[in-house]
């Protein structure tokens, strides 16, 4: 307290200083101009969400109010800046009348109306951000007098008509950004000339037309050049090999190409461009072969996309020489010959997308050697050959789509060992054989499942059940046979689901009308027989299909099928029935035969529902010594240790499965939190946790294997997670704690969002699916845990509380809570009990901090300021200023298209803020939220 008022001391005798040291320059008008002009911006603004305007009073002196700054001389401002702060109303025109300005940046805020003509009065003006705005009318002609512009950015607004070709008359000018707006006409030819020191030149996302000057082979300090999405049309003559500093290369998006030979010629000087990183061609009018010198180009390159045009040719071999590329695109084109093994060279690589091309020859078997990959994209070619079983030693394979090609063969075995496919598998529309591998069930993740129009048989295998996050299922036309297995009663998420033209037989299983989220079922043109049920999506004529299975009966008065016998009620009766009639009529071999058929179908159908039963029991938690747990880590040795707190500490341990009940078993990786028995609330913990955990049962909640306890040692023991915690892929300091796990550290977008499913999934498991629902207490990223397919499961439930466990008072409320304050939401604070929304409002400041890399206990959070409004500031225009900049390149790799990424990370940012809103009323179900994060995921990956 004593040191506030010594700072507000201090601050007044400074303020009384510059008053009177400003005496004289106020007698002349200057420092009162300039008041005055910033009293005016103020009475522009209508909103002031930050309070930055609390300063701006007269009991302070205007150079010390917020986001002012003056020069010492003059006591006149030199600097207006207010950027980020959340600001609406419009701009003054008051604001010409402070001559002194040199910077005035306002970028981020929700300013309308035009930019005022009287700016052109500030003659010594070096920086002009006004970018990620609402402003509208054109941009003043007269901007073009401020010869000392250096810095101009008015993107993201609502600017429209011509550029003036005044603008095009400062030479000064380095970076000048004028994307995302709605401006017309054409480049001047000689903006090269004009514009000599230019760095950065943004005119992306307008209506631009004419060509791209050749004379921007003159500015020689270029870094950036971004003309994507426009109206620019005929050939590209620029000499790129004069930019030796060149980094970004985007002209995507517009028509430009001539259709002649030689037409990519331009890309041959690129090869001088040695710091090149992005080059993006898309969706233009090339045509012709690729030049081999693609194959020179920088090995710093990342990001290579020549999709959607007319090259013809092959893909050169040389491409493996540019180590550094995370994304190839080359979809969309007239691409003929194999797909070069020299591919594998490409260590770094993440996503290739060679779609609809007129690719031939093999899957290069080497590709599986690309550790990184997280999407392979190769549909809509000519391939042939089998699938390469390389594909299983992709660790990080999310996506694989191989349909509509030539492949043939089986599935290989170890396809499913390590990747996980946990968004989409497409093999449809080849020639592949065999039946579906066992192994599938493996796919616990995957949302689609395509292997429709092959030439599989054999059954539908028992463990699809287990793939419990599927949406979309496609077998059709394929010759499988035999029943739909029961224990696809578990794919509750399905939507649609199509198994017809096979050979399936027996009934229609009931299940299918209890899958409440299926839109459409077909299931027509097999051999299904018995009654069609009437509930669920069988109550929709138009969302299912049974045409092709003659021996069907009953359903909906509008299917118009026969009535079912009233002797009719099942397969099983009905093989009984035939039974008796071998009996009346004396053919005993006849009824030996019926009686082994019913036996062995009998049989079958019990091994299928013990198989399965078995796949899902867990293990119960039979007590451990505490001899077996120090031998199973190596006597508690520190290089064991993976974390420690005030709770206790956790050890890494390998530990034989038949102590587990699995005799004959191989050591399995084991984790070992020992609790500290000298505080009483760890204690606590110990007991909470393991009658919490005891009866729980969920993919994405850690799974107890046991524990020991005597009355100095508590410990449970779990399976371990490879991947260690959330916090450490968020915010870990050390490359090396990535680098010894052999993963990358940057967490893509898909990967966040999948992330975000699997604790949203074990949320709502918690609140609606227990006879009493469980509050988890604690969410936060140190308690998430990443396993080896990067799945999350959700821990630590030592303060977990049943929804009857609230006999509590505020103090109590909050005891455990320390250093998570971040997380907990604000009526715990105001002695509120805990409740499911509670849980809710963590998930959203959880989900908040995965997008945007920031702890909500981060230094930046203070005053007024936390992460929801940090996020709700910036929402929804301005999303891509707050994202981790980490998963920005993979972001944008992903779909090729910044706006439909930023649309993406709009979608997930509002389900963080309705989450984390003050009121719990006013906060959503779990469910609700889950089926929000699935539909984005979904619409991610389909765009």
Excluded at 225 to 235: A, K, T, V, W
Excluded at 509 to 523: A, M, Q, S, T
Excluded at 621 to 633: D, G
Aim: charged share 15%; with cysteine; hydrophobic share 40%.
């Amino acid at each position: 307290m004593r040191a506030a008022g010594v700072n507000r001391y201090w601050t007044h005798v400074i303020s009384l200083f510059l008053i009177s040291t400003s005496a004289a320059a106020a007698a002349s008008g200057g420092n009162e101009t300039d008041q005055l002009a910033l009293l005016a911006f103020k009475a522009k603004i209508s909103d002031d969400p930050l309070g930055v305007f609390s300063s701006w009073n007269m009991s302070l002196h205007f150079c010390l109010w917020e986001g002012i700054t003056c020069n010492k001389q003059h006591q006149r401002v030199v600097s207006l800046n207010l950027s980020s702060t959340g600001l609406v109303g419009s701009l003054c025109p008051d604001i010409g009348n402070m001559s002194f300005l040199r910077e005035i940046d306002l970028y981020n805020n929700s300013l309308q109306g035009p930019i005022p003509q009287e700016v052109d009065r500030l003659f010594r003006l070096k920086v002009l951000s006004l970018g990620r705005n609402d402003l509208e009318g054109k941009i003043p002609g007269t901007i073009g007098r401020l010869k000392s512009l250096f810095f101009v950015d008015i993107s993201s607004n609502e600017l429209s008509g011509m550029i003036p070709t005044s603008i095009f008359n400062i030479s000064s000018l380095s970076s000048f950004n004028l994307a995302s707006n709605q401006l017309e006409g054409s480049i001047p030819s000689d903006i090269g000339l004009t514009l000599p020191n230019l760095k950065l030149i943004r005119l992306s996302y307008n209506k631009l037309t004419g060509s791209i000057p050749a004379s921007l082979s003159n500015v020689s300090k270029l870094q950036a050049i971004e003309f994507q999405s426009n109206n620019l049309r005929g050939p590209v003559s620029v000499d790129f090999g004069r930019l030796p500093y060149l980094q970004l290369l985007r002209l995507s998006y517009n028509n430009l190409g001539s259709g002649e030979e030689g037409n990519l010629s331009f890309l041959d000087p690129l090869t001088n461009c040695s710091r090149l990183l992005i080059l993006e061609l898309e969706s233009n009018n090339f045509q012709r072969s690729l030049p081999s010198s693609i194959a020179n180009l920088s090995t710093t390159l990342q990001i290579i996309s020549l999709a959607y045009n007319q090259i013809s040719g092959s893909i050169p071999s040389g491409i493996g020489n540019c180590i550094s590329l995370i994304l190839l695109s080359l979809q969309g084109n007239k691409l003929t010959g194999i797909i070069p093994s020299e591919i594998a060279r490409l260590g770094k690589l993440q996503r290739v997308i060679l779609s609809n091309n007129m690719l031939s020859g093999s899957i290069p078997a080497s590709i599986g050697n690309l550790s990184l990959l997280d999407e392979i994209h190769l549909e809509d070619n000519q391939l042939q050959g089998t699938i390469p079983a390389g594909f299983g030693n992709c660790p990080m394979l999310v996506f694989l789509d191989l349909s509509r090609n030539n492949l043939s063969g089986t599935i290989p075995r170890n396809l499913f060992s390590i990747s996980p496919f946990s968004v989409k598998l497409n093999l449809s529309r080849n020639h592949l054989v065999g039946s579906l591998p066992a192994a599938i069930g493996a796919l616990g993740t995957v949302v689609e499942l395509d292997v429709s129009e092959n030439e599989f048989s054999g059954f539908i295998p028992v463990e699809l059940g287990r793939c419990i996050s599927l949406s979309s299922l496609y077998m059709q036309g394929n010759f499988i046979q035999g029943y739909i297995p029961e224990s696809l009663t578990n794919l509750r998420g399905l939507q649609y689901i199509d198994f017809s033209r096979n050979k399936l037989s027996e009934n229609i299983p009931d299940f299918f009308g209890d899958l409440i989220y299926v839109e459409y079922l077909n299931l027509s043109c097999n051999n299904l027989a018995g009654k069609v049920p009437m509930i669920g999506v069988f109550s929709n004529a138009s969302a299912f299909s049974i045409v092709g299975n003659k021996k069907l009966c009953g359903g909906i008065p509008e299917l118009r099928l026969k009535k079912c016998s009233k002797k009719y009620i099942g397969t099983y009766n009905q093989i009984m029935a035939w039974v008796q009639v071998f009996i009346l009529i004396g053919s005993i071999q006849d009824l030996l035969i019926i009686s082994c058929v019913f036996m062995s179908w009998h049989r079958r159908k019990r091994r299928e529902q013990l198989r399965y039963s078995a796949s899902n029991v867990m293990i119960s938690p039979n007590k451990m010594s505490y001899e077996l747990l120090r031998q199973a880590t190596k006597g508690f040795s520190r290089t064991n240790l993976v974390s420690e707190s005030g709770f206790g500490l956790v050890y890494k341990g390998k530990l034989d499965l038949k102590y587990i009940g699995i005799p004959e078993g191989e050591k399995a990786a084991i984790a070992v939190k020992i609790f500290n028995t000298l505080n009483e609330e760890a204690a606590n913990c110990f007991i909470t946790e393991c009658e919490t955990l005891k009866n729980i049962r969920h993919r994405n909640i850690v799974r107890i294997i046991s524990t020991c306890e005597n009355h100095k040692f508590k410990a449970i023991v779990y399976d371990f997670m490879k991947n260690g915690s959330l916090e450490g892929w968020l915010h870990s300091t050390s490359k090396a704690s990535h680098d010894k796990l052999n993963m990358p550290q940057i967490l893509n977008l898909d990967t966040k969002i999948n992330i975000a499913i699997d604790v949203a999934s074990a949320l709502d498991y918690l609140h609606t699916q227990l006879a009493n629902p469980l509050i988890h207490c604690n969410l936060k990223p140190s308690n998430i845990l990443l396993d080896r397919n990067m799945t999350a499961h959700v821990s630590n439930f030592g303060l977990a509380k049943f929804n009857t466990e609230f006999s509590l008072t505020s103090q109590s409320i909050l005891t455990g809570f320390e250093g998570n304050s971040g997380y907990v939401p604000p009526e715990y604070g105001l002695g509120c009990k805990m409740t499911t929304k509670g849980d809710t409002y963590s998930f959203g400041i959880l989900l908040l901090e995965i997008l945007t890399r920031r702890k909500p206990t981060h230094r930046m959070f203070r005053g007024g300021l936390n992460l929801h409004n940090f996020v709700w500031m910036a929402m929804p225009d301005n999303v891509m200023d707050i994202i981790d900049p980490l998963m920005m390149v993979t972001a944008s790799a992903n779909e090729g298209n910044e706006k439909q990424v930023e649309e993406c990370l709009t979608r997930l940012f509002s389900i963080g803020l309705a989450c984390s809103k003050p009121s719990p009323k006013d906060r959503p179900s779990m469910l609700s939220i889950l089926h929000e994060l699935e539909s984005i995921r979904n619409s991610f990956y389909i765009n």
